[in-house]
Every structure is written in structure tokens, then in C-alpha cells.
């Protein structure tokens, strides 16, 4: 009894086990679930702290996203734009190479598009500065994301500083040369007069276009090619990977350069398509926010789709509360992370089991609780002959 009372309290209060796969049905509806609660409890939170009305406060988030044409076409943009760079980063992380410098990968590729406008000729044709404006984006964005992707390979460097590390690089790099380019002093560039994509019929549907497109290559690339497959390999495991001859130094550097190619294509959307201009600003943290859409989508470019909608959606909605109730732009990012978290911790319990630990009830251990006599109890002991002295009387 004392020993399993012992062992009792070593045991750790909760036990985390992993489940089995979920039917996908049941993960969508956990899911869905989640997000209701989410934005029933955010409402409920608007009406305590700030008197909003849970009708007003959930028709805030709808008309922000679809309370007019434009708003629409603004939605889906910005779900293309950060859907793209969830894409680019998410090679990286199906081969465990953790990529947090997508922000940097795409900011140097807009400086890059820019530098082009700014000292191209003046003769040059539109279709041509376009094209030298994608060359140079792309170019550049392959150069930042391979430079850690050699240290990692050689010399086994920790890829998330690293890559973290050049975001501050590009940052302060973009600021410099903005610092050039403004002899007034005010490191602001403006919109510039040259480097635009075509307008076919809305000036976000070629932007809108092209994402499509990328969505589905990568979805092939990742899933039905032999370098796919190589990354996967690679994220399960090198030993493996050496094991059956694949080069994991050369995939590497091969997949860091096709996150960094991505990238550069972004950087260069933004550019031609939407600000034509840059500013230490112009990713705007969408780099970070990829992350958790390509993590929530599972590495899988379409289901990054919806991801990526739901985080548009999220903060397009809380952006419009300041507007709508008049509060301070503290309040509509408390209640962007409550969804989020709300999102990311739904994740966990659909993989993950809690187990707690449990004190001894009846019929659960030994002893007269169990229903088992211990050895006091007062049952007949079974007969055994007495053994008699043998010594002299």
C-alpha cells in the first residue's frame, strides 16, 4: 500500500498523449465551433468594457469584409497577398528548416522592384521596366533567404535567429536608402510615376491572378514532384534521408531558394500592383502572420486558402470597431488575439488528449475498498500442517 502510494504521487498531474488522426468532418466542426465561441466571447467582452451591442459589434467585422464591392476586392487581395507569402515560407517548414524571415525576404525584394524604377532609364519601355523590376525581386529575395540556408547546411547554424536577424537587416537597409532617395529628410518616397502592372478590369485581379496560379504549382510541386518529396523526406528525417541517398545540404539551400523565389514575386506584387512605392513598413508584419497560416493550414497550399481568409477576415472586422464605437485601436487587437488564440488553441485539442491523474476511489486499488481482504482482515487462513520440534523434551 505504501509503495503504490508512492508511486501515486510521483505520478504528473496531466498526461498529454497524442490522438489518433480525427475524421476531417470532426476537425472542421471543432473548428467552426471554436471560432463562434471566439466571437461570441469577444462580444460579450465589447458589451462589458466598452457597451457595444453583440449585434453591432458581429455586423462590424461582416461590413468590413463585405459591406460594399470594393471591400470585397480589397478582402481577397489582401487574403492573395498574404496567402503568397504563407506559400513561400511553407517548403521551409515541411523540411523543419524554420524560416521566420519572410518579413525581411519580401521587404528587400520591394527595395530591390523600387531601386529598378529609380535609376532605370528614362527610355526604357513599360514592358521592360516591369519585367528588369520582377528579375531583380526575385533575384533578391532568392540571395537573403539563401545566405542563411548555406550557414545552416555548413556550418549547422540556427536558422530561426538567423533568419529573424535579417528581417533588421532589410529593415534598417530599406530605411538607409530611403534616406538617399529623399534629399528633403523625409524618408518618404511616395507613389511613383512608373513600374505598374496592366489593369485587367479591377487593379487587383491580375494580383489575385497570379496567387491562384502559384497555389496551385506549389500545391503540385510540394505533394506530386521528387524535390517534394525530398522535403518531406528531410523533415521526417536526415538520418533517413542520407540513408537513401537524397543530399539534404543541397536540399536545403534548393528549397530555402525556392522560399526566397516566392518572396521576391511578392515583393514585387506589392510594388507594381498595389503601393508603387516602399517604406520600412510596406510587409506591414504579414511575414510573421504567415506563419500561423501556413501552420493552421497544415502545409497544404489550399487549405491555406481558408487560413488565410480567416485571419484577413479578422482583422479587416477589428480594425473597423474604432470606427464603428469610437475606442482606441487597443481594444480591436485584444480582440483579434482572443479569435486567434481561440483558433490556435482549438489545434491543440484536436491533436492532443489530456489525461489527469486520479486518486484512488473504490474498486480501484487494493485493500477493503476494492473489495479485496487485506492481509489483516479476519477471514479463516487456509490449513497448514504445524510443523513440531524435533529438539530433545
Not at 468590413?64 to 471591400?71: I, V
Not at 484536436?350 to 473504490?362: A, C, G, M, Q, V
Request: hydrophobic content about 50%; charged content about 15%; some cysteine.
Amino acid at each position: 500500500m505504501r509503495d503504490e502510494k508512492i508511486k501515486s504521487s510521483k505520478e504528473p498531474l496531466i498526461h498529454i498523449t497524442k490522438k489518433e488522426d480525427m475524421p476531417l468532418w470532426k476537425a472542421i466542426l471543432v473548428r467552426v465551433v471554436a471560432i463562434l465561441i471566439a466571437f461570441l466571447f469577444s462580444s460579450l467582452l465589447a458589451y462589458l468594457f466598452i457597451g457595444a451591442d453583440p449585434g453591432k459589434f458581429l455586423k462590424a467585422f461582416v461590413d468590413a469584409n463585405f459591406g460594399t464591392g470594393d471591400r470585397v476586392w480589397v478582402l481577397i487581395k489582401d487574403v492573395a497577398v498574404l496567402l503568397c507569402i504563407g506559400i513561400a515560407v511553407t517548403p521551409a517548414f515541411r523540411m523543419k528548416f524554420w524560416n521566420i524571415g519572410a518579413e525581411g525576404q519580401v521587404l528587400i525584394s520591394a527595395l530591390a522592384s523600387v531601386a529598378v524604377i529609380m535609376y532605370a532609364p528614362a527610355e526604357w519601355p513599360e514592358w521592360l521596366l516591369v519585367l528588369m523590376m520582377l528579375v531583380a525581386a526575385i533575384l533578391s529575395g532568392m540571395i537573403w533567404a539563401i545566405i542563411p540556408a548555406i550557414f545552416k547546411a555548413i556550418w549547422n547554424t540556427n536558422e530561426t535567429l538567423f533568419t529573424l536577424m535579417m528581417n533588421y537587416v532589410a529593415t534598417y537597409f530599406v530605411g538607409y536608402c530611403l534616406i538617399k532617395w529623399t534629399p528633403n529628410g523625409s524618408s518618404v518616397l511616395g507613389r511613383l510615376s512608373r513600374g505598374y502592372l496592366p489593369v485587367l478590369g479591377n487593379q487587383y485581379l491580375l494580383l489575385i491572378l497570379v496567387v491562384a496560379v502559384v497555389t496551385v504549382i506549389m500545391f503540385i510541386y510540394m505533394y506530386y514532384s521528387k524535390q517534394g518529396y525530398e522535403i518531406s523526406v528531410v523533415g521526417e528525417s536526415v538520418r533517413t534521408a542520407n540513408y537513401i541517398g537524397i543530399n539534404v545540404k543541397k536540399v536545403i539551400v534548393r528549397t530555402m531558394a525556392i522560399s526566397g523565389l516566392l518572396c521576391g514575386l511578392t515583393g514585387f506584387l506589392i510594388v507594381a500592383a498595389l503601393d508603387h512605392s516602399v517604406s520600412v513598413t510596406t510587409v506591414g508584419g504579414r511575414g510573421f502572420t504567415a506563419i500561423i497560416v501556413s501552420w493552421l493550414g497544415k502545409f497544404n497550399p489550399f487549405i491555406m486558402i481558408l487560413t488565410s481568409f480567416l485571419l484577413v477576415f479578422i482583422s479587416q472586422g477589428a480594425g473597423r470597431l474604432s470606427t464603428v464605437f469610437r475606442v482606441s485601436n487597443a481594444f480591436p487587437d485584444v480582440v483579434a488575439g482572443i479569435v486567434i488564440f481561440f483558433v490556435i488553441g482549438c489545434e491543440f485539442f484536436i491533436r492532443y488528449k489530456l489525461h489527469f491523474r486520479h486518486s484512488k476511489t473504490e474498486g480501484s486499488g487494493g485493500g477493503d475498498k476494492a473489495g479485496i481482504k487485506g492481509p489483516d482482515s479476519n477471514d479463516k487462513k487456509p490449513d497448514v500442517p504445524e510443523k513440531k520440534d524435533e529438539g530433545v523434551s
